[in-house]
């Protein structure tokens, strides 16, 4: 990373070199605060899966579990949907397209792009990955719930007021 300085914003050098990326899956939990969390090298439905059996062995069987997703199309594959057929205490619910601020877990990602990923330098896909599993656990040692801070009011005035701008209705 280039330093920030007088006239311009925060970049790269010229030689930066990107080492792999890595895919994070992650589940809140809302009551406390907990993350679960994987890295995988991919995002197919093979891989939401294995994070989905995941999340079935380290959550209590007395538990639903709900879970908020987008429309990505690895959460509609034929073999998740059989998989989570098969187990009804899991439930979907799909956030509306453009929309993740509605997820919880999106403001949890925040954080850790703001407090681990962003400036950060990793010489490997293995570097970063084991750098996000750090924070996990950091976080996870002193985990609270996310607190809404405005009202439904507030919220939904907003909402309001951006329909209205974009088809002149409320809704």
């Not at 998740?80 to 899991?90: G, I, Q, S, T, Y």
Request: contains cysteine; proline residues 4%.
């Amino acid at each position: 990373m280039l330093p920030l300085g007088l006239g311009y914003v925060e970049g790269v050098t010229h030689n930066y070199i990107r080492h792999g990326t890595t895919t994070l899956f992650a589940a809140l939990d809302v009551a406390n605060g907990r993350i679960l969390a994987q890295c995988r090298a991919r995002h197919r439905h093979q891989e939401f899966l294995a994070f989905l059996k995941h999340i079935d062995a380290n959550v209590p069987t007395t538990l639903d579990v709900h879970l908020v997703v987008d429309n990505y199309a690895t959460h509609k594959h034929p073999k998740v949907r059989a998989w989570l057929a098969a187990r009804p205490r899991f439930h979907l619910h799909f956030t509306p397209t453009y929309s993740s601020w509605l997820n919880q877990v999106e403001r949890w990602f925040a954080l850790l792009s703001q407090r681990q990923i962003r400036r950060g330098s990793f010489v490997s896909a293995k570097d970063l990955v084991a750098k996000i599993e750090t924070f996990v656990d950091a976080y996870n040692a002193k985990s609270t719930p996310f607190v809404w801070t405005a009202t439904s009011d507030a919220i939904l005035e907003k909402v309001g007021k951006i329909c209205k701008a974009i088809n002149g209705t409320r809704h």
